[in-house]
């Protein structure tokens, strides 16, 4: 299994905005739903937000109304759009198919990229 790329992170203010990008290989994107995932240090991985291929998104609760999942089919290609970061959004995140703990994929290493780290810090 190729694992997909994801890019984009950084160091920003509280307050601002970042836009990640994941870049995930194979011919059948456009029919499966892909999520965003993040790490913070010291914590488990939690899941983010979720992009079906037809529908409405779904956000963790601390996140909705600041951040915006969204896909290019054309471009094999999923986005984060991260508004008024806060301190506690810093993680390194991940992007892949959607998995939630339980799933054998959660905890295989294989499944998971390298991540893009995002550090929110005045």
């Known amino acids: 299994q190729v694992q997909p790329v994801e890019s984009g992170g950084g160091l920003v203010k509280p307050g601002g905005s970042l836009k990640l990008s994941c870049r995930v290989s194979g011919r059948l994107f456009s029919i499966d739903a892909f999520s965003w995932y993040r790490q913070a240090p010291g914590k488990q991985r939690e899941w983010v937000a979720v992009?079906?291929?037809?529908?409405?998104?779904f956000y963790t609760h601390s996140v909705e109304g600041r951040f915006t999942i969204s896909r290019d089919n054309a471009a094999n290609t999923v986005y984060l759009q991260m508004d008024n970061l806060q301190p506690e959004d810093t993680a390194v995140y991940y992007c892949n198919r959607d998995v939630r703990p339980g799933d054998s994929r959660w905890s295989s290493a294989d499944f998971w990229g390298q991540g893009t780290r995002v550090t929110v810090s005045s």
């Open positions: 992009i079906p291929a037809t529908g409405a998104s």
